[in-house]
């Protein structure tokens, strides 16, 4: 570890104890750091993974400690002072020090923001609309989606679909609304979107395509076009808004997220950014990564560079989603270019190639978990740059390990 030890006398703190700050921490401390280590959070809980929110959490099938990346009596061990429930609320970086929001000044050597984002609202406030962002909002959808309840979904995207998916399991009568042409039409292409739409069509979803919302009242949903849809309860899932203002407020470089250069380094000194919030140059584009992958990967690396090591973060960006039995896999870039391989279970392999023939993206979706395996080869591809031909990709008959071979 090359972190001078003028610096190691600090301690180094850490501000949103999620995914990427759980990581980065958990990280600091497998890398050697041994100085003072502070993550501090708003939630009350251990740092968790959000994906089982939508799925087995609200199932029922897992509770917050299957979630958590790691339990109490570890933090303990590893001597990572854990800030619950208290936020930052104020950040100083010319005199490298932060303020809680019980009042608590703490001083830091370097500093990480990975605050996240919290579920983008409707204006209105009601009892009976509900979001999904952390861990105790799955808990209150938990306790009211029971056999016979009628719920309205605002938002054909992935936290849409796959609360739809579970409240169907559970006994919901399920009705979803988007307000484009296709699902999850921001990231997906249109193939996949019609395959989500029959899928959820089949699991008995009332799906609503090119709606847009009147009003919503206790006992309704109110479209535009004069459609009343009585209901129950109303998930709003029309995407998240970064946490930013922390960041604002003390006069950091920020787009539609905290910016950082190569190394997730921000305008300000010391401080690096991770996560959802973190807005990084991929492809020479500014975008902020909304996935598990990118919270996994910026906090270890940021970790990494927190203690001088100054590697430049590299990635090739990724996500799943699970619904019923069918599981989505999409890995690298999603170009124009596409091959499609029918599967014989009736699934679906999507190939992204540049012009000269390399793979440079891969979507998959297939019942159960076959898709990840066919993923992670698409991955290998990717990286071994090796030419292919747009037959073979096609060819459900070849097999992606023998492509690899060449
Ligand atoms: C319901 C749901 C399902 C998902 N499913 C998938 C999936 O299937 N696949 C996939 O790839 N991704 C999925 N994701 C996305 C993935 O979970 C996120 O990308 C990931 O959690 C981002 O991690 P993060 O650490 O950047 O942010 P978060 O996990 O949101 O952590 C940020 C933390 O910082 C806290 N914070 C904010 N401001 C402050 C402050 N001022 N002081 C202290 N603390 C603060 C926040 O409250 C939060 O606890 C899902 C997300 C949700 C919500």
Known sequence: MRMNTALMDEALIIVGAGHAGGRAALTLREEGYSGRLILVGDEPHLPYERPPLSKGLLQGAMDLAGCSLCD???????????????????????????????????????????????????????????????????????????????????????????????????????????????????VLPPVISEALLDLHRLHGVDVRLNVALESIDAEAVQLVNGQRLPCDLVVVGIGMQPNIELAVAA?????????????????????????????????????????????????????????????????????????????????????????????????????????????????GWAPGQRVAKDIKLCERLIAARIPLAAASLADPDLSLKQLLRG
């Not at 590893?78 to 100083?92: D, T």
């Not at 596409?338 to 190939?351: E, K, Q, T, Y």
């Open 72 to 186: 109490r009596a570890r933090l303990t061990e590893l001597r990572i002072e854990h800030i619950a429930g208290n936020p930052v609320s104020r950040l100083e970086p010319q005199h490298h020090r932060l303020q809680l929001a019980d009042g608590q000044w703490l001083s830091y050597a370097r500093l990480l923001l990975a605050t996240g984002g919290r579920a983008r609202r409707l204006p209105q406030e009601q009892t009976n609309l509900l979001y999904l962002r952390t861990h105790d909002d799955a808990l209150a959808l938990r306790n009211v989606l029971r056999p016979g309840v009628r719920l309205v979904i605002v938002g054909g995207g992935f936290i849409g679909l796959e609360v739809a998916a579970t409240a169907r399991g559970l006994g919901c009568q399920v009705t979803l609304l988007e307000a484009g042409s296709r699902l999850a039409g921001r």
């Open 251 to 363: 006069g950091l470089d920020v787009g539609q997220g905290i910016r950082v250069d190569a190394y997730l380094r921000t305008s300000a000194p010391a401080i690096y950014a991770a996560g959802d919030v973190c807005e990084f140059r991929l492809g020479g584009l500014y975008q902020r990564q909304e996935t598990w992958r990118n919270a996994e990967a910026q906090g270890r690396h940021a970790a990494l560079n927190l203690l001088g090591r100054e590697l430049p973060f590299e990635t090739t960006p990724g996500f799943w989603s699970d619904q019923y039995d069918w599981g989505l896999q999409t890995v690298g870039v999603m170009t124009p270019l596409i091959v499609s391989r029918v599967l014989p279970d009736g699934g679906l392999l999507l190939f992204y190639l540049t012009t000269d023939g390399h793979l440079q993206g891969a979507c």
